[in-house]
T-cell receptor
């Protein structure tokens, strides 16, 4: 158990819908990262927050947005869903922002868009 | 961004055999992690190893940062070692991890 929690574990929805994925970092970690794992793109970094502020952005679509709340949990919002958004979405956390710390991954949310 | 290449892409092992997985990366790194993704999709941290050598049970890893590669050794493999092994790297100040495509390992009894 990494200490990072993600809900829900599985999500099935239809094209055009909007969903919210939730992540709670390990106790004491201030950085939260979101990654997407799909069959064609592999594991890709989406976005990072540190202590409530956006810190880095990767290949995140404009239809996707995220935020980190004062209690440090984070939510990833996916809207106008397309079939190609079906993937495993991971949240990870680390202590700081130096890039020299271990990132611990949650169990993931498996999203299926029908 | 940093490119990460893992080899071999697929490996079939007899239980009890040893193996070496390789990760090459295209730039200097300050973060290198090895993960095991089990059949249920969970990413398990194996090592944080931007340089040097570490051992944990039957697994060990070595990173030669100056030559831009890392090796993961699996000794006396067990069926529970099956899954995909990922190498992921990052630079100082660039917190994102760039992942390789993984090494798919199947251990047969």
């Amino acid at each position: 158990d990494s200490g990072v929690t993600q809900t829900p574990k599985h999500l099935i929805t239809a094209t055009g819908q909007r969903v919210t994925l939730r992540c709670s970092p390990r106790s004491g970690d201030l950085s939260v990262y979101w990654y997407q794992q799909s069959l064609d793109q592999g594991l890709q970094f989406l976005i990072q927050y540190y202590n409530g502020e956006e810190r880095a952005k990767g290949n995140i679509l404009e239809r996707f947005s995220a935020q980190q709340f004062p209690d440090l949990h984070s939510e990833l919002n996916l809207s106008s869903l397309e079939l190609g958004d079906s993937a495993l979405y991971f949240c990870a956390s680390s202590v700081g922002v130096s890039g020299m710390e271990t990132q611990y991954f949650g169990p993931g949310t498996r999203l299926l868009v029908l | 961004g940093i490119q990460v290449e893992q080899s071999p892409p697929d490996l079939i092992l007899q239980e009890g055999a040893n193996s070496t997985l390789r990760c090459n990366f295209s730039d200097s790194v300050n973060n290198l992690q090895w993960f095991h993704q089990n059949p249920w999709g969970q990413l398990i941290n194996l090592f944080y190893i931007p340089s040097g050598t570490k051992q944990n049970g039957r697994l060990s890893a070595t990173t030669v940062a100056t030559e831009r590669y890392s090796l993961l050794y699996i000794s006396s493999s067990q069926t529970t070692d099956s899954g995909v092994y990922f190498c992921a790297v990052g630079n100082y100040g660039n917190n994102r991890l760039a992942f390789g495509k993984g090494n798919q390992v199947v251990v047969i009894p």
